[in-house]
């Protein structure tokens, strides 16, 4: 099971500079990250939000491998192997693209869009959706950065945990 914890941090590229922590982090198997996103409010409140999954440039690039393949497949039937596979990978990264920009995978959107619109200017904001993590090693590594909680899917007694550990930073 996933749990979700949302950060909060003073300084716009906080957020970017712990998530590329906590990927180095996930290299060494400290941490099992399924989804990730930074969510930036700039000083006059316009907010930005960088998904780390791009579905729409992944389903692309699916799409056109396997509509490349397909269409040198279909392409070999009328003996214009190169016309099929040129005209397969369009077609497959096309509808690829528009499958990948309708899927909502990981953290939903509307709820980055509505928790983003409530951090301060000037701010920004970390929501990480992971399996694991060994708190010993992962928490000292973000306490530098002062991350506050904003939201968690934790249990009520490990959120305390987590607010108790990265307050000792503070």
């Known amino acids: 099971m996933s749990n979700l914890v949302v950060l909060d941090f003073d300084g716009i590229h906080t957020a970017d500079e712990v998530l590329n922590k906590l990927r180095a982090l996930e290299k060494e198997y400290l941490i ?3 989804d990730a996103c930074v969510v930036e409010r ?3 409140g316009k907010v930005h939000i960088k998904q780390a999954v791009n579905l729409a440039a992944l389903g692309a ?4 491998s396997r509509g490349a393949l397909w269409g040198a497949i279909v392409g070999l039937l009328f003996l214009n192997p190169l016309a099929g596979m040129a005209i397969g990978a369009v077609t497959g ?3 690829g693209a528009i499958a990948g920009s309708l899927t909502d995978y990981g953290i939903p959107d509307d709820f980055v869009k509505k928790l983003g619109d409530t951090i301060p200017k000037g701010s920004s ?3 990480i959706l992971f399996r694991s993590v060994n708190e010993d090693k992962v928490l000292p590594e973000i306490e530098a950065y002062k991350p506050r909680v904003l939201r968690t899917s934790l249990t009520n007694e490990a959120e305390q945990k987590l607010r108790a550990a990265l307050a000792k930073a503070a």
């Open 32 to 34: 099992d990250l399924e």
């Open 42 to 44: 700039d000083q006059s």
């Open 61 to 64: 690039a699916t799409g056109g």
């Open 93 to 95: 990264a096309g509808a």
């Open 125 to 127: 904001a970390l929501f």
